[in-house]
């Protein structure tokens, strides 16, 4: 019985732990709506990702804020709290992780891509270099 127990509770764990978590306040949209998003309003479309990846390909108008670096924090606090704020990474980790922490600070309109720039590209989006 205990095996039993210990069988379904690991299967449980495993399972939500593969799931992304989304943070209260946060919204995780696919492709199409981010882009849409990007371009009905005016926005601060920060990329997460480190130097070398944002050199490599990035989303137009893009200001890449490496969520690794110690000043981190400092640099989001610069941003306009009251303009939304879309957030992107490689394929969403390290944007929902960000976007947490955006939400920790105050920001009220935080969007999320979900499947990052792997995803933007997989349909065929540009990107910049």
Not at 21 to 47: A, N, R
Request: net charge negative; charged share 25%.
């Amino acid at each position: 019985m205990k095996v039993r127990i210990g069988i379904v509770f690991l299967v449980f764990f495993v399972s939500i732990s593969c799931v992304k978590s989304q943070t209260e306040g946060v919204t995780l949209v696919d492709v199409p709506t981010f882009e849409q998003k990007m371009e009905e309003q005016e926005v601060q479309l920060i990329d997460v990702r480190t130097p070398d990846e944002f050199a490599s390909g990035h989303l137009a108008n893009a200001v890449n804020i490496n969520i690794n670096d110690t000043d981190f924090k400092a640099k989001m606090e610069a941003l306009d709290k009251t303009k939304p704020v879309l957030v992107y990474c490689k394929s969403g980790g390290r944007s929902g992780r960000a976007c947490g922490q955006l939400k920790e600070m105050g920001f009220t309109s935080i969007t999320d891509l979900d499947g990052g720039i792997t995803d933007w590209k997989a349909k065929g989006k540009p990107v910049e270099n």
